[in-house]
């Protein structure tokens, strides 16, 4: 972990998230108590900071300085929020294009698929506040910088951004091997928004039930699943594809 990725003692991290700074998540001992602690955790709370409770064992193999029973991990960019960005999509006149990521952990895969976002011309990324893969310094190389252009929006819930997106017009495409519709057989015109599970299990149930379009891609080998990077990749020139042919009048 490089220097930079992170901020230790209360008082220091306390002046960063006035000053501004983007916490990707904050470390705190378990037993932490004391005035100051109170200050920097209502703070934390005003910010909706994602905040850990762990052994003191865990922050000493982060820094053996004086952490003072907190270690904050700075964040590689600035998160937005769906509020923030589903308004300046329409006032831009763009045709909106997002991709929802649910429960992938993986940063390297989240990095990859930010990458070809980028080449598709996706508006933003989202993930939850918890239970994803952090846009860290790996996730960031992973993506070969993209990141730090995409805007990545960060919200409490994967079924409440779907939901939001939904409210706003957005058709909700999951891409599930429950399916029996082929990818290619979805029309994607339109504000269009597509939903990733983790590998191991997929999407949720709930975040599921909330699509629009539940779409598959085929398989013909022995394995039963594609890594989700290239099957986001699939999924997102499909739909480039079908822009593409009719801006030229193709049916």
């Known amino acids: 972990m490089e220097k930079n990725d992170f901020i230790f003692g209360i008082r220091a991290v306390i002046e960063a998230v006035e000053a501004g700074r983007q916490i990707d998540k904050l470390l705190v001992k378990k037993d932490l ?18 905040t850990q409770r762990v052994p003191v064992e865990r922050l000493n193999r982060i ?25 300046q999509f329409y006032e831009d006149g763009i045709e909106p294009f997002v991709v929802v990521l649910d429960g992938i952990t993986d940063v390297r895969n989240f990095g990859a698929i930010a990458r070809t976002a ?45 939901r939001f997106l939904k409210d706003n017009g957005y058709q909700i495409v999951a891409a599930t091997e429950k399916s029996d519709v082929l990818y290619t057989a979805g029309r994607y015109d339109g504000p269009v928004a597509v939903v990733m599970g983790a590998e191991d299990v997929g999407i949720s ?27 986001a990749g699939v999924m997102m020139y499909e ?3 079908q822009r593409l042919l009719a801006d030229m009048g193709v049916e």
Do not use: W
């Open 239 to 241: 739909i480039v594809r």
């Open 205 to 231: 149930p709930e975040v599921l039930a909330l699509c629009d379009t539940p779409v598959a891609i085929p398989m013909f080998g022995r394995i039963g699943s594609l890594n989700v990077s290239v099957a």
């Open 118 to 162: 980028d080449c598709c011309g996706v508006g933003a990324i989202v993930i939850a506040e918890r239970g994803a893969a952090s846009v860290n310094a790996d996730a960031v190389k992973t993506s070969a910088g993209a990141l730090m252009s995409l805007p990545v929006c960060r919200e409490r819930s994967i079924a409440g951004a779907v």
């Open 63 to 87: 820094t053996r300085k004086n952490h003072q029973g907190v270690i904050a991990m700075v964040a590689s960019v600035n998160y937005y929020t769906l509020e923030q960005l589903v308004p």
């Open 33 to 50: 108590h004391g005035p100051l602690a109170e200050e920097l955790m209502a703070l934390v709370r005003e910010h909706r900071i994602v």
